[in-house]
């Protein structure tokens, strides 16, 4: 089966060598680092950059894992502009360092070289059950993993890494790259229990019933958000999840390209302007589209997406209609969409599409907690979680964190959120154990 691995090859190229020592020399390490601020999980930018500096690598990769359990991966899709680079004092005048790239080829540099085999505790501290493999899934795990705690991971999907491996497209973050980072989680003693639907096979119940201390439920936001307008129904409305899904697994091999929802020479439109709208559009373009547009509502100044991503979109053709607000999804007599009816500042407009694909949000899928007693959830189906232990939810021993309790974010602020859960976790279950001695 052919696969399109030129059209979907990593954009992004790594630094050699001398080129990320020569980056790590400009660091001025600052003695209130408001890189460091900048960053979600306050990883140790200066130091580990200094180490990378005088090409001390395993020192370097050491410092990373005493924060990121996923630096290869955060290096490449975090918005580095907004967080650690953005807050570099040498950012405003267009020198910031390029610690993302720096972050990145450490972790990269030690997964070819297999420098770190980091010395971990027996796991006796306690027994924890992990519901997802995203990136607050493997946080939790590698968290508590290096603190003694036997982790299993139950995972729906063949394979691990939820939005990380299905979800971000191959050419900002190559799959290879995911496999590499979860298999470091694995050395630590972390089990993948894969093709698991918890909710389906089992639920919270049986897995406290196989001895688990606590569980945590980091299964993101599963279910789509779409339109509630005239037209959302019709043939060639599709999910820009579902697109990305596709198109990742057709660049693996797995589904032909007639499984993919965008026919080459189609003319499509992406509903929204956050990251996932960006990815969706730059997929429709690898996929041959004949012309893609991001619809809307707002202006450029309200998207949501990083500026970078908005760039790259500019640069490879995808045009934009701001301040365009969808009324209706036109279709033919076949019940085949057709284009869009839209208000614009210059009034009703009509655009004609053959596909439009939608990226306006998603929701937490109810599978777990409607199978599950006691799980409390907001209106709109997220898990509600207190502050002590951190994360727990309203039933004792069940935590939750990232996508599921704070809405989609970015991969680091998931990671930051669960790199929390898990300290309340680790106190919840020590706690108890002294207690029943």
């Not at 939790?140 to 003694?148: E, H, K, N, S």
């Not at 050395?187 to 606590?214: M, R, S």
């Not at 960006?278 to 202006?299: E, F, N, P, Q």
Request: charged letters at 25%; proline letters at 5%; glycine letters at 10%.
């Amino acid at each position: 089966m052919n696969k399109p691995k030129a059209v979907f090859r990593e954009i992004n190229e790594s630094y050699t060598l001398q080129e990320a020592i020569a980056e790590a020399k400009r660091c001025l390490n600052c003695k209130n680092p408001s890189c460091k601020k900048g960053c979600p999980i306050e990883n140790h930018i200066p130091e580990f950059i200094h180490e990378l500096s005088k090409g001390n690598m395993g020192n370097a990769m050491a410092i990373i894992n005493e924060k990121s359990n996923l630096p290869a991966i955060c290096g490449r899709v975090c918005p580095h502009e907004k967080q650690c680079q953005g807050h570099c004092v040498l950012y405003p005048k267009g020198k910031g360092i390029e610690i993302g790239k720096l972050e990145r080829f450490v972790a990269d540099f030690d997964t070819e070289m297999k420098l770190i085999r980091e010395k971990l505790p027996q796991k006796t501290r306690g027994k924890v059950a992990v519901i997802g493999s995203g990136p607050a899934g493997l946080t939790v795990a590698g968290d508590l993993a290096r603190q003694g705690f036997n982790v299993t991971i139950f995972e729906s999907q063949a394979e691990p890494g939820g939005v990380l491996m299905y979800g971000i497209p191959e050419y900002r973050l190559p799959k290879q790259v995911v496999r590499q980072e979860i298999e470091k989680i694995e050395a630590l003693g972390v089990t993948f229990l894969l093709n698991c639907v918890v909710g389906k096979q089992l639920n919270i119940d049986d897995i406290f019933a196989q001895g688990y201390d606590a569980i945590f439920i980091g299964s993101g936001t599963a279910l789509p958000k779409s339109l509630d307008i005239p037209g959302a129904g019709l043939r060639g409305v599709i999910q820009a999840t579902y697109l990305l899904h596709m198109a990742n697994i057709y660049n693996e091999g797995t589904v032909g390209r007639d499984k993919v929802p965008v026919i080459e020479g189609e003319h499509v439109a992406v509903m929204g302007c956050g990251n996932v709208a960006m990815d969706a559009a730059r997929t429709a373009v690898r996929m041959g589209a004949a012309s893609v547009t991001i619809v809307y509502r707002r202006t450029e100044a309200d998207m949501p997406a990083i500026q970078a991503e908005y760039q790259a979109a500019l640069q490879e053709g995808v045009k934009f209609l701001w301040q365009t607000s969808t009324t209706e999804f036109l279709g033919n007599e076949d019940g085949k969409v057709v284009g869009l009816r839209a208000n614009t500042p210059e009034g009703v407009k009509e655009y004609a599409f053959d596909r439009i694909c939608l990226a306006v949000g998603s929701r937490p899928a109810s599978r777990i907690v409607s199978t599950t007693e006691g799980i409390e959830t907001d209106d709109n189906g997220y898990v509600l979680v207190k502050e002590r232990p951190f994360g727990m939810t309203s039933r004792k021993g069940v935590f939750a964190g990232g996508d599921v309790v704070h809405r989609p974010q970015t991969v680091v602020m998931a990671m930051k959120a669960a790199k929390s859960v898990a300290v309340g976790i680790a106190q919840y279950v020590d706690a108890v154990k002294l207690l029943s001695e």
